[in-house]
């Protein structure tokens, strides 16, 4: 039977490790091609290499996501290399942990900037790309705390909680096209970045990335008529979240 992605190219930031690494092997196991962008090219190697062993072709994009020429420069490789766009997975994050009080400015506008002013960028700059293609979409990773708020995170709420917004409105702007966005609210996922921010969590209790990126996999595969907007997952032994 043919893979379900043959001929679709994507483009995942964060494509290094954690999360967008695991998005990146599931696009490929249908036949994608991804363009792996982050800054770290060695990580990028590694999951490169992950992605051809899964079946799918790979394009390396070293991207500093804080710099808007290098962004456009990612999206412009995309239209030269591969003449094509048919999935833009904002996936790369950074966070901090720090009482509000103890936070810097520039600790603040370091998580709006690769959490919200990076993906607001890339998909503008992605949207002609996407519009050509027969189904497009736009899988925006935000988190838990892009619909709450914990208490040391307030620049990393502040950033997720930015991401969603501009999705909503996307969405709405995008109502009746060719492209679906689609955004997703994790609970902790077994990353580097758990590891760092939140040791308390039981490495056991963690959502795996394989998990998130199965999920991606089945809203860009998914045919139908139904679209599930917003995602909210969390780890089985948490409070289960309906909202409110
Ligand atoms: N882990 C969780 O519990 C959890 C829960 C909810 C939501 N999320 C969200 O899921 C996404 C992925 O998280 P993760 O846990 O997989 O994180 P991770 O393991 O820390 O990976 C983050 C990725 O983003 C890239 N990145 C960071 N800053 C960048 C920059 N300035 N320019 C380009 N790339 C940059 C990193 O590569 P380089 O450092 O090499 O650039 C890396 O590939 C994030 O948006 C995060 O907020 C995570």
């Keep these: 039977m043919a893979k379900q992605l043959t001929g679709k190219v994507a483009i995942v930031t964060g494509a290094g490790r954690g999360i967008g690494r695991a998005i990146s092997i ?12 982050a ?16 079946g799918g072709k790979e394009f390396i994009a070293v991207t500093e996501l804080t710099e808007e020429e290098s962004i ?31 936070t810097k400015t520039e600790d603040w506008q370091r998580c ?38 914990y208490p040391l995170q307030s620049a990393y709420t502040s950033s997720k909680h930015a991401l969603r917004g501009m999705t909503i409105s996307l969405a709405e702007e995008l109502r009746g096209s060719n492209i679906r966005v689609h955004l997703l609210c994790p609970g902790g996922v077994d990353t580097e970045m758990v590891q760092n921010v939140r ?25 139908g008529n139904a679209v599930m907007d917003e995602l909210h997952i969390r780890r089985a032994s948490s409070t289960p979240w309906f909202g409110g």
């Design 26 to 37: 599931a696009l490929a196991r249908e036949a994608a091609t991804v363009i792996l962008a």
């Design 39 to 54: 800054r770290s090219i060695d990580q990028l190697q590694q999951t490169a290499r992950q992605v051809k062993e899964a």
């Design 72 to 102: 456009r420069n990612l999206v412009k490789v995309t239209g030269e290399k591969l003449g094509r766009l048919d999935i833009l997975v904002n996936n790369a994050g950074v966070t901090h942990s720090a009482k509000l009080e103890d």
């Design 112 to 149: 709006m900037w690769v959490n919200a002013r990076a993906p607001f960028i890339l998909c503008r700059e992605a949207l002609p790309l996407l519009r050509e293609s027969e189904a497009g979409y736009i899988v925006n990773i935000a988190s838990v705390v892009g619909v709450k708020g």
């Design 199 to 223: 040791p308390d969590i039981d490495k056991a209790d963690l959502i795996g990335p394989n998990e998130i990126a199965e999920l991606v996999l089945y809203l860009v595969t998914h045919k």
